[in-house]
């Protein structure tokens, strides 16, 4: 067996917790600030962006909770402690977000058909303080560690906040000028738009980490026909690449190779291999000598797929083996 571990990130999990909490603080003021403001203007733009705001506080929070968790040393059952705690948070960001942009598009849809009055004066004034706002807020957590996936959805939101602000503060404005009470509901359109576009990410990759689907950036399948590459890999069987969590992915395998090599030195040229091309520094292989005639005789319930190398003529690569 060999393992490496090796998962800094180059910033402090207490330098994270500072940044996210001056950006939640900045948060949920104007937040609560933005409802008072949105009821007395009539605008469900400034509405639907302090929902925006409110999933974005939340996503923040739950940051803050995980990386205090995610922290904690593995024990008893959780052998790899509570490092999933964040992509639960992530995913239940990800549902909010979704299930209020559903509401806010139905709300924006009936406003345009039947557009109320909307204060114009107030919509621009806050939408301008909003785009100040979140402009701070999205400095501080771009300081932070953005390979978290929590992190990077807070992120990704509070700049979508942005955007939606710059809208909110134009709709504002079409509205003092001309009268036309229809751009405030647009806005809140676009808004939705982009609630809808944050969730379906969050939810998308959140579910591939549960999945434990294989990170985007590797393929298993390349990546098992160039381990077959190495000299003295015979064949390899019940390849598996997952992330544990948001940046750390995780790759195990087991290794057949041509009998009278030694085993230790070929497991430690696949493992500098994983870690030097492909930044997998979580490795697990198991590594043994090919039987003669039989390379799979060591493994009689492998499933997926087998790769051996390209060069072998009386053996076909990357072939399927059933599950058992």
């Known amino acids: 067996m060999g393992a490496g ?3 800094g990130h180059g910033v402090s999990a207490a330098a994270d917790r500072r940044l996210l909490s001056g950006a939640l603080a900045l948060i949920l003021a104007f937040m609560a600030a933005e409802v008072i403001v949105g009821f007395a ?4 733009a400034l509405i639907t962006d302090a929902a925006h705001m409110l999933t974005d506080a939340a996503a923040i929070a739950l940051a803050l909770i995980a990386i205090r968790l995610s922290a904690r040393p593995p024990a008893g059952g959780f052998t790899y402690g509570l490092k999933r705690v964040e ?5 239940a960001n990800g549902i909010t977000l979704l299930l209020l942009a559903v509401f806010f598009l139905y709300e924006s849809v009936n406003r345009i058909i039947h557009p109320p009055d909307v204060e114009g004066a107030l919509v621009l004034i806050t939408g301008v303080v909003g785009i100040v706002v979140n402009l701070i807020a999205t400095w501080l957590i771009s300081k932070a ?12 939101h509070i700049l979508n906040d942005l955007f ?10 079409v509205v003092l000028l001309t009268g036309f009470a229809r751009a405030d509901s647009i806005a809140a359109l676009v808004v939705a738009v982009l609630m809808l576009k944050a969730g379906v990410g969050l939810v998308r990759d959140s579910g591939r980490i549960f999945l434990e689907a294989a990170p985007l950036r590797i393929d298993p399948q390349a990546l098992g026909a160039e381990l077959c590459a190495v000299p003295g890999v015979v064949e390899i069987h019940d390849l598996h690449v997952w992330e544990i969590t948001s940046g750390e992915p995780a790759a195990s395998a087991h290794i057949m190779v041509q ?3 030694d085993c230790h030195q070929i497991r430690s040229e696949l493992e500098a291999l994983l870690a030097e091309r492909h930044h ?3 490795s697990t292989l198991q590594v043994d000598h090919a039987s003669a005639g039989d390379e799979t005789a060591h493994c009689s319930d492998a499933h997926g797929t087998y790769h051996r190398p390209v060069t072998t003529a009386e053996s076909e690569p990357d072939q399927a083996i059933p599950s058992h």
């Open 5 to 7: 571990h090796g998962h």
């Open 41 to 44: 203007a009539g605008s469900l």
């Open 87 to 91: 992509i639960l948070s992530a995913q």
């Open 145 to 156: 560690n953005r390979t978290s996936l929590n992190v990077e959805g807070a992120f990704q």
């Open 164 to 173: 939606a602000f710059v809208a909110t503060a134009i709709a504002g404005l």
């Open 259 to 261: 009998e009278g090599l």
């Open 280 to 282: 997998l520094t979580h």
